[in-house]
């Protein structure tokens, strides 16, 4: 049923139908119109054929009428009715009475025409052709000859004609069938054979057949080239996989956190670290999901610093480099330096982000230890110098003041000599304390942070000859010996960047708090921040600055002043014990 | 400087001191430097705070010289224990440190001097003069 369906509904087929029909149709008319044509060619040989006749028996039946010879007028009538095909015949007076007749007239037909001196030709019922022609005599008309003839010999004729033009009809319509569908073949047979590769290309993946790759027409051009074309796909396809696969690998390479995600926040790839490590399953499991639809992952608040973030970049453009902590699968705090970066597609419009999160927990806590090492070989250092080589010059000061006594009574070259050495190991052991004190400034027995701070800003005052005040709002809390240390450094360096750098005249360090933090100020009448240059000392100093201050979970701003100069800002946490 | 000397020396007089400093070397060369000095006598030396306690009940000194740290404690402990014990035992505080804060803590122990170490060689013999006869030693301070 299908397969009928199919047939009929297929190009050859509904050609086949349609050639058929138009000769079927030109064929009809044409052998209508040939018969018709034969017909009315043949009535009217019969018609002329029958005047002619009606003409003849008019003059010879002229003289038996005017003498009114009656036994020769129907001999006559016999001779004429035993003709095959007529069927009655008549000589008529004018008045149209018969005189003399022979055979039967046909019933029920319409009488002759009323004017004898008139010849009419007429059908009547019953197959028969009817003639009238006047008999005249002398310019005279005298009688009509009134003649039917039998026309089922012209209808057998045009009986016969018809029916060979029908027989040629059908004949044609037969070879013209044939012709339609050897035509229908023709035409649609390449659209088959095309349907046929286009199925083989949509079940094999290629035109692997020689009939189509060998056929010299336009089918084996297209097999051909359709074969070239699906070999480039291929390839192309091939080089895509490949290159997609690369970029698998290199993700899940990458030994840190990396994903990517659409403008409408879905996730669109991860390397395995990040799915692990921050969401806590395979990367399938969250390919395709949003932020609500991936869960909270090991740390919730987390994904939502980064999901504000990517937001921001969304609407920004710019790339952002920031820091982030969450837990990890076993619940510890990892700090993250998370990159955000927009990709584009070929037409240079946005179509997505990347994440990269680097851990650097483990390069703070090195940070920190190394910090805490450095500082507590500087105050063992510190404590070395003082409490040892200080005691020891000290001593030694007293052993040589001793020999000072010793000397021979007015000896006082020597004595003289003994007492500048005295001098030289006491201010010896002076060296050391202070370099002691350089290296341990924030001395917590010598009045901590706040003592250091003042002695640094008198120290600078002396040794930079300009105005450096120290002030504090109170009451502070104790603050740990690591933050008073950093801070410390920190206001350090601020005063030794105003100093060096933006040739300030006047510095203000002020410590205070807030609520909850610490608050170091450290404001400038220099320059200005120096245009920072990768590798100068001010930039230096200032990433220091900062890397200090996120040693005590503090931060640091560094900001120039409406007025000019500059103003740098720490604060540190207050350890509120909650 | 600022010192007090309420009444002249008797060169007669020997003052008997008791040395208590905890780094060794220091206490023998400070030991050596008062024995240098006439009408002074070193009557003994501790390295700690119950030693020191210990020697000056045994020697009843006239002067104290104690060291500001003796192994980590704070030796102004010693200084309070005499003023309160031995009110008529002097005692000057020797120390490494130049801070103003630990002058002003001696004092208000009742130490009635202050040295700094590295200023020993020229202030201890005026020091102990102007202590011994009731006078006080703190250079700097009003």
């Not at chain 1, 790839?269 to 932020?291: C, Q, S, T, W």
């Not at chain 1, 790339?319 to 902590?325: D, P, Y």
Request: hydrophobic share 40%; proline share 4%.
């Amino acid at each position: 049923m299908r397969l009928i369906e199919r047939t009929r509904r297929s190009i050859q087929f509904r050609l086949l139908i349609l050639l058929v029909a138009m000769s079927a149709v030109i064929l009809a008319l044409a052998t209508t119109l040939f018969g018709w044509y034969g017909w009315t060619l043949q009535r009217r040989q019969f018609e002329q054929q029958l005047v002619a006749m009606a003409n003849l028996v008019a003059l010879n039946s002229a003289a038996p009428l005017a003498f009114d010879d009656l036994d020769t007028a129907r001999e006559d009538m016999h001779l004429v009715q035993s003709g095959s095909s007529i069927l009655y015949a008549a000589i008529r007076r004018p008045d149209g009475s018969v005189f003399a007749e022979a055979g039967a007239m046909a019933e029920g037909s319409p009488p002759l025409h009323h004017d004898p001196g008139q010849s009419m030709v007429d059908y009547l019922a019953g197959s028969r052709m009817r003639a009238a022609i006047p008999i005249v005599l002398n310019d005279r008309v005298i009688g009509q000859v009134h003649i039917e003839e039998d026309l089922s010999g012209m209808n057998r004729q045009v009986i016969t004609v018809v029916g060979s033009a029908i027989a040629v009809f059908l004949a044609t319509l037969f070879v013209a069938v044939l012709l339609a569908a050897r035509i229908g073949r023709t035409i649609t047979g390449p659209i088959t054979r095309l349907a046929a590769m286009v199925r083989m290309i949509a079940d094999r993946g290629r035109v692997d057949t020689g009939d189509f790759i060998a056929s010299p027409d336009e089918v084996g051009d297209l097999a051909r080239g359709i074969n070239t074309m699906l070999d480039s796909l291929e390839r192309s396809r091939r080089e895509l996989e490949q290159s997609l696969s690369q970029q698998r690998t290199l993700f899940d390479t990458i030994p840190m956190p990396v994903y990517a995600k659409d403008l409408a926040g879905t996730y669109i790839a991860m390397n395995h670290r990040y799915a692990l490590d921050v969401l806590g399953d395979k990367p399938e499991v969250f390919i395709g999901r949003n932020r609500e639809q991936a869960g909270n992952g090991h740390d919730a608040g987390m994904l939502d610093h980064l999901a504000a973030r990517e937001a921001d970049l969304g609407s920004s453009g710019m790339s952002t480099s920031f820091e982030v902590t969450g837990h990890d699968a076993n619940g510890e705090l990892r700090v993250y330096r998370a990159q955000l970066g927009l990709f584009r597609d070929q037409a240079g419009t946005s179509a997505g982000l990347i994440g990269v999160l680097l851990d650097i927990t483990e390069i703070r806590r090195i940070g920190k230890e190394l910090v805490d090492v450095s500082m507590r070989e500087q105050q063992r250092l510190a404590r070395d110098l003082h409490d040892n080589l200080g005691q020891l010059l000290t001593a030694t000061a007293m052993r040589i003041k001793a020999l000072e006594y010793a000397a021979p009574e007015g000896d006082e070259a020597m004595k003289a000599e003994l007492r500048d050495v005295t001098a030289l190991v006491n201010r010896s052991a002076r060296e050391a304390r202070a370099l002691s004190h350089g290296l341990n400034p924030v001395d917590i027995e010598r009045g901590g942070l706040l003592r250091a701070l003042e002695e640094l800003a008198a120290s600078t005052e002396v040794y930079a000859r300009l105005t450096c005040r120290f002030t504090s709002t109170g009451p502070l809390p104790e603050i740990d010996k690591d933050a008073s240390n950093q801070l410390y450094r920190i206001a350090q360096e601020a005063v030794n960047n105003a100093v060096r750098h933006a040739s300030a005249t006047r510095i203000d360090l002020h410590l205070g708090r807030t609520t909850n933090e610490i608050v170091l100020s450290i404001r400038d009448n220099g320059r200005g921040i120096p245009q920072r240059r990768d590798g100068t000392a001010a930039g230096m100093g200032l990433r220091i600055m900062h890397q200090r201050a996120l040693m005590i979970q503090g931060t640091l701003h560094c900001n120039p002043r409406p007025s000019g100069g500059t103003e740098v800002v720490c604060r540190h946490p207050i350890d509120t014990g909650t | 400087m600022n010192t007090n000397t309420p009444r002249q020396p008797d060169p007669s007089e020997v003052d008997r001191i008791l040395v208590v400093d905890d780094h060794p070397l220091v206490r023998e060369a400070l030991v050596g430097l008062l024995r240098r000095h006439s009408g002074i006598a070193v009557c003994g030396e501790a390295d700690s705070i119950e030693q020191g306690i210990y020697l000056v009940a045994k020697h009843q000194p006239d002067l104290v010289l104690v060291d500001l740290m003796l192994h980590g404690r704070d030796g102004l402990d010693l200084v309070r224990h005499l003023h309160t014990h031995h009110p008529d035992i002097r005692t000057v505080v020797i120390t490494m440190k130049d801070e103003e804060s630990f002058a002003h803590k001696a004092q208000e122990a009742g130490a009635a001097g202050f040295i700094m170490k590295d200023r020993l060689t020229e202030d201890l013999r005026p020091a102990i003069d102007v202590v011994r006869f009731g006078g006080s030693w703190y250079p700097g301070r009003m």
